[in-house]
């Protein structure tokens, strides 16, 4: 009795987090959501509402890992419905998880045999409660599940969290802090864009609704869509508006308790001022600012203080990074951490966990022994001579000086003996082909988000890095994601470096994947970083349409994915390739622009692929996207 469970703030934060599971004196066991810092409880999403008042009640998690409301020998109340299985067969677990569900987990107490059909050696969801978490935090004060201006989406029964056109996150790495607006807010004021009217456009997303912060209500069977529309526009006060069957709601900042589901039948009208929104990428910085500062540099004094002051930071900054040059000119590791191979034997437990496998080695979950601990993922590369060398010395050099947020990081390595470990970042939801290509597929603009993360981390190992890097073997499997589902390219075993002045690499035998392959690949060509782009274009159209290139070869009478690709768009059936997705139906514009990107990814000729930084541009709508050639039939071939 009035015993609290707290949730975490994040999967790898464990300080207390905004969610609550009461015990409650009169037998209630409620869910709430709690203010932070002071933990102050707002308001209720889920209760048992065991009525009447029962004071003796207990809350009850047996060894069987039921988890029930209990008053003396009587079963008031089931929270866990669901088959947990044996107890000699399974570990139980049940908790309230850092987004506000409180799930009961099992896990087999024996490793799973070859033939054990639906067996997993893992923790696995048997019961959610609640089932959506987005359509059940919908009262109370505060800004909802995802924060101010974002909306929730309830995907495979966990939620995400996403930001409108024109709105960008307050924080890329905390799904709770909402979304910013990529332009002023509404003033109201004579040079106000919301009061220039040609300059105004709506952004719809159907199935979505903001149900609070709304100021007006227009009803009648004069209000249809366009109607509501107009009456936002001519309001300066109205951020955005909400239509519904004849009805209209006028909203204002900030939006609040935002959710997509298809269950909704109501259609969110999100004003913005004309090319200010970021369609597919939505991470461009907003110039506006930089604009008005450089403006008003430019027009005072303080700009001669300015330069001067730069110009010392800019000669302290090379001195310092000469000296540093030196110091580093005979290291290789970067400050990488040298580990011993028992260190590594004891954080995987004797390499029990395994993550993965690969052409050169197999991965393992270990865990630091250091405080605070955090979860690694160690790569034991084959004894192989003298590849298994070649490869350890191209990783580490080439990951010791990667630093992106679209790269796996690389924290140490071991080189003891003939023992050859790298240790790396614990990526806790796995590979890209693990969520493209299971039963149920990751929702549209997550897919998006995926896609543009993907192409700005290549961008940087093509153009950005100290040295060039083609990675060779751009695919869905050697893409991970993050707790957030942030994409992070990792392998860079089958790398080619280059120094900052070459162009090219000398081919020495084929690397990469069936069905990733470039062209030049099979011929006595050299290889660039256009290999990647192929690469990349490939992959590209399997996360439209979640479908791998080397299934859907086998499944659709040898016709090959990128051949199918360019017949939807030629003959203007790209509907096709979204079959099923309601989300990427509705975004049309969108879905044609990566298919068309992709088309240029493609090409036979190398030379008319465009670099990755052109891509990223494009995703971005920096650039435009010209109409593509056909690839060639080599594909079919």
């Known amino acids: 009795m009035d015993g609290n469970l707290n949730s975490r703030q ?83 677990l049940a908790r309230i998880d850092y987004d506000g569900v409180f ?47 974002s909306y929730c989406v309830n995907t495979n029964g966990k939620p995400q969290c996403f930001c409108p056109e024109g709105y960008s996150p307050v924080d890329s790495f905390d799904m709770f802090k909402g979304c910013k607006p990529n332009f002023q807010l ?20 159907n199935n979505t609704d903001w149900p609070f912060t709304d100021y007006e209500l227009q009803t009648g069977t004069q209000v249809d869509k366009d109607t509501c529309k107009q009456l936002c526009l001519r309001d300066c006060f109205c951020v955005a508006a909400i239509y ?54 430019l027009g005072s004094s303080v700009l001669i203080n300015f330069l001067l002051l730069l110009t010392i930071s800019v000669a302290v900054f090379f001195i310092y990074h000469k000296n540093m040059l030196n110091l580093w000119s005979d290291s290789s590791t970067f400050g990488l951490r040298k580990y011993t191979y ?47 060398e070649k490869e350890f010395t191209t990783e580490v050099n080439a990951i010791g000086r990667t630093h992106h947020k679209n790269l796996v990081t690389l924290l140490g390595y071991c080189d003891e003996g003939e023992n ?83 162009s090219r690499a000398a081919r020495t035998h084929i690397r990469g994947t069936i069905g990733y392959f470039a062209p030049e690949w099979f011929r006595k060509a050299s290889i660039t970083v256009k290999v990647d782009v192929y690469s990349f274009g490939v992959m590209l159209l399997e996360i439209i349409c979640c479908k791998s290139s080397v299934v859907f ?28 997705d309601e989300a990427a139906s509705n975004d049309m514009k969108s879905v044609e622009r990566l298919v068309m990107v992709a088309i240029w990814c493609i090409q036979e000729d190398p030379s008319l692929r465009p670099s990755m930084k052109r891509i990223t541009q494009m995703l971005e709508r920096v650039a435009e996207v010209p109409v593509p050639p056909r690839p060639s039939l080599f594909s079919s071939s």
Not at 73 to 80: A, F, M
Not at 186 to 205: A, R, T, V
Not at 574 to 580: F, G, R, Y
């Open 342 to 388: 028992k260190e590594l034997e004891e954080a995987t437990g004797g390499f029990k966990q395994q993550l993965g496998r690969g052409a050169f080695g197999t991965v393992y979950k270990g865990v630091t022994p250091s405080t605070p601990k955090r979860y690694i993922a160690v790569k034991m590369l084959k004894k192989v001579e003298p590849e298994g």
């Open 420 to 502: 050859r470990l790298l240790v790396y970042e614990y990526m806790s939801n796995g590979s890209l082909a693990s969520l493209l290509f299971g039963i149920s597929r990751p929702h549209w603009n997550q897919r998006v988000q995926i896609i543009c993360g993907i192409a700005r981390g290549l961008t940087y190992l093509h153009e950005e890095c100290s040295t060039q890097i083609i990675h060779c073997d751009v695919k869905p499997q050697n893409i991970l994601l993050d707790e957030f589902l942030m994409p992070k390219i990792s392998d860079f075993g089958l790398a080619k470096l280059l120094l900052a002045e070459q």
């Open 244 to 297: 519904d069957m004849n009805n209209c709601w006028k909203k204002k900042f900030p939006l609040s308790y935002g959710r997509q589901s298809k269950n909704l039948s109501r259609t969110a009208l999100i004003k913005v001022p004309k090319g200010n929104t970021t369609d597919l990428c939505p991470e461009r910085k907003d110039q506006s600012t930089l604009v008005l500062v450089g403006s008003v540099l």
């Open 10 to 92: 994040s999967e790898t934060n464990y300080t207390k987090g905004r969610f609550q599971l009461s015990m409650q004196s009169d037998g209630n066991l409620v869910l709430y959501t709690i203010f932070l810092p002071l933990g102050d409880v707002n308001s209720a999403y889920w209760a048992t509402g065991t009525m009447p008042a029962n004071p003796d009640a207990q809350l009850v998690f047996d060894e069987a890992g039921y988890v029930f409301l209990k008053r003396g020998t009587d079963n008031i109340r089931n929270i866990t419905n669901e088959d947990m299985g044996s107890p000699q067969d399974f570990y139980h």
């Open 553 to 580: 070869s086998m499944e659709e009478e040898e016709e090959a994915l990128i051949d199918w690709a360019y017949d939807c768009y030629s003959k203007k059936k790209l509907n096709k390739m979204v079959e099923n």
């Open 103 to 149: 799930r009961a987990y099992r896990h087999p107490r024996k490793d799973c045999t070859t033939d054990a059909k639906g067996c997993t050696s893992a923790w696995s969801i048997i019961q959610s409660t609640p089932e959506d978490i987005c359509g059940a935090i919908l009262r109370g004060l505060g800004s909802g599940f995802c924060g101010y201006n």
């Open 186 to 205: 509404p003033s109201c004021q004579q040079n106000g864009w919301e009061l220039n009217l040609e300059f105004i456009e709506f952004k719809e997303l």
